[in-house]
T-cell receptor
Framework: AQKITQTQPGMFVQEKEAVTLDCTYD???????LFWYKQPSSGEMIFLIY??????QNATEGRYSLNFQKARKSANLVISASQLGDSAMYFC??????????????FGQGTILTVHP | DTEVTQTPKHLVMGMTNKKSLKCEQH?????MYWYKQKAKKPPELMFV???????INESVPSRFSPECPNSSLLNLHLHALQPEDSALYLC??????????????FGPGTRLTVT
């Protein structure tokens, strides 16, 4: 069974600073995918970034980058130059790539990020 | 355009009512998903449709009945719900259940309250 762990219930960062949100995972599948989603208080889940298990380079999307360390089974999200609008819940998720659960996303417990002015 | 729409935004229903949640996407995606999310918790998968066929049912009680009339539409029919079913119901879609690209795009959700 797959498992995603986010150990930081809450994080605080000053505006314009960088912040790292931690995510570790456990799976026995050699092929898997890792995602980060942002959920503001409005409720909508916003896709941020994706990393495939066979991707050689760390994924980047604008101010978001994914620090993928396969041997340590970690997929930390780095947000550079934080903005007030980055305040939200952030979820790490893993895509199931085997059997009847193919395509299912399993989410971590989430980290609430608060950006201070 | 990565828009998934959901109606209604809010729904209050009694335990004897029958109501439906609606989800629509026009991205040509062939996989659609229903998730349930309680406050301050991660979303939990309920159902997955792939090419309009039910692919995954995560042992959801029969008082929740999904329907996929066509590739753009996904409904969730609700009947005889319990107060503990009150939650945010999120719909999502992706290009395909199995093939890349894998990212799922979510709608804004329906906040359901069962009284």
């Amino acid at each position: 069974a797959q498992k995603i762990t986010q150990t930081q219930p809450g994080m605080f960062v000053q505006e314009k600073e960088a912040v790292t949100l931690d995510c570790t995972y456990d799976t026995s599948d050699p092929s898997y995918g890792l995602f980060w989603y942002k959920q503001p208080s409005s409720g909508e889940m916003i896709f941020l970034i994706y990393q495939g298990s066979y991707d050689q380079q760390n994924a980047t999307e604008g101010r978001y980058s994914l620090n993928f360390q396969k041997a340590r089974k970690s997929a930390n999200l780095v947000i550079s130059a934080s903005q007030l609008g980055d305040s939200a819940m952030y979820f790490c998720a893993m895509r199931d790539a085997g059997g009847t659960s193919y395509g299912k996303l399993t989410f971590g417990q989430g980290t609430i990020l608060t950006v201070h002015p | 355009d990565t828009e998934v729409t959901q109606t209604p935004k809010h729904l209050v229903m009694g335990m004897t009512n029958k109501k439906s949640l609606k989800c629509e996407q026009h991205m040509g995606h062939r996989a659609m998903y229903w998730y349930k999310q309680k406050a301050k918790k991660p979303p939990e998968l309920m159902f997955v449709y792939s090419y309009e066929k039910l692919s995954i049912n995560e042992s959801v009680p029969s008082r929740f009945s999904p329907e996929c009339p066509n590739s753009s539409l996904l409904n969730l029919h609700l009947h005889a719900l319990q107060p503990e079913d009150s939650a945010l119901y999120l719909c999502a879609s992706s290009q395909d259940r199995i093939a890349a690209p894998y990212e799922q795009y979510f709608g804004p959700g329906t906040r359901l309250t069962v009284t």
